[in-house]
T-cell receptor, first 114, second 115 residues
Framework: DAGVTQSPTHLIKTRGQQVTLRCSPK?????VSWYQQALGQGPQFIFQ???????QRGNFPDRFSGHQFPNYSSELNVNALLLGDSALYLC?????????????FGSGTRLTVV | AQSVSQHNHHVILSEAASLELGCNYS??????LFWYVQYPGQHLQLLLK??????LVKGIKGFEAEFIKSKFSFNLRKPSVQWSDTAEYFC?????????????FGSGTRLSIRP
């Protein structure tokens, strides 16, 4: 059990469609980050949410947007899907402050764009 | 821009062989360093982490890593690998000025262990 829950586990979408992925952080965690992991590559940082605001953003276009809810859960939205958006999307959470810099990762959502 | 380089894309070893996976990062300031492992079909798991102090860090499952600041390196080692160590290994870094800093990952090293 990863402690971080992501849904759905798999998803197939058509080019041009929109998709929403969901993440519930580990209990006690309030910071959520999203990563894209293309096949054969390391995870790439998309953005991070804390206190319901986007705090940091990686090099991803505005088609990628997100949201964090008061219960710390988060959504990742991707508009106008491209074939190149096919990847494993990972959610990671951490607690506030302290010296624990280690994020806990979910098992991911496998998105296939056809 | 900060980056993480992993030198080996695919490493193949026999059981009981010793392992060393290379990792270098590019950033001149304070960093926190991590090694994550991804077993087939499973989520990323933290193997070990370095924040400060003793540069030799012990992790789970017999893994260790050494932080050499002068070389900007954080190589992962294990004296004797097992078949169950077959997985993808990712070196990662986040900048030490904030606990909320994003994590930057290397491209990963696939480790295959021959029984």
């Amino acid at each position: 059990d990863a402690g971080v829950t992501q849904s759905p586990t798999h998803l197939i979408k058509t080019r041009g469609q929109q998709v929403t992925l969901r993440c519930s952080p580990k209990s006690g965690h309030d910071t959520v980050s999203w990563y894209q992991q293309a096949l054969g590559q390391g995870p790439q940082f998309i953005f991070q949410y804390y206190e319901e605001e986007e705090r940091q953003r990686g090099n991803f276009p505005d088609r990628f947007s997100g949201h964090q809810f008061p219960n710390y859960s988060s959504e990742l939205n991707v508009n106008a899907l491209l074939l190149g958006d096919s990847a494993l999307y990972l959610c990671a959470s951490k607690g506030r402050g302290g010296q624990d810099y280690g994020y806990t990762f979910g098992s991911g959502t496998r998105l296939t764009v056809v | 821009a900060q980056s993480v380089s992993q030198h080996n894309h695919h490493v193949i070893l026999s059981e009981a062989a010793s392992l060393e996976l290379g990792c270098n990062y590019s950033y001149g300031g304070t960093v926190n360093l991590f090694w994550y492992v991804q077993y087939p079909g499973q989520h990323l798991q933290l193997l070990l982490k370095y924040f400060s102090g003793d540069p030799l860090v012990k992790g789970i499952k017999g893994f260790e890593a050494e932080f050499i600041k002068s070389k900007f390196s954080f190589n992962l080692r294990k004296p004797s690998v097992q078949w169950s160590d077959t997985a993808e290994y990712f070196c990662a870094v986040n900048l030490g000025y904030s606990s909320a800093s994003k994590i930057i990952f290397g491209s990963g090293t696939r480790l295959s262990i021959r029984p």
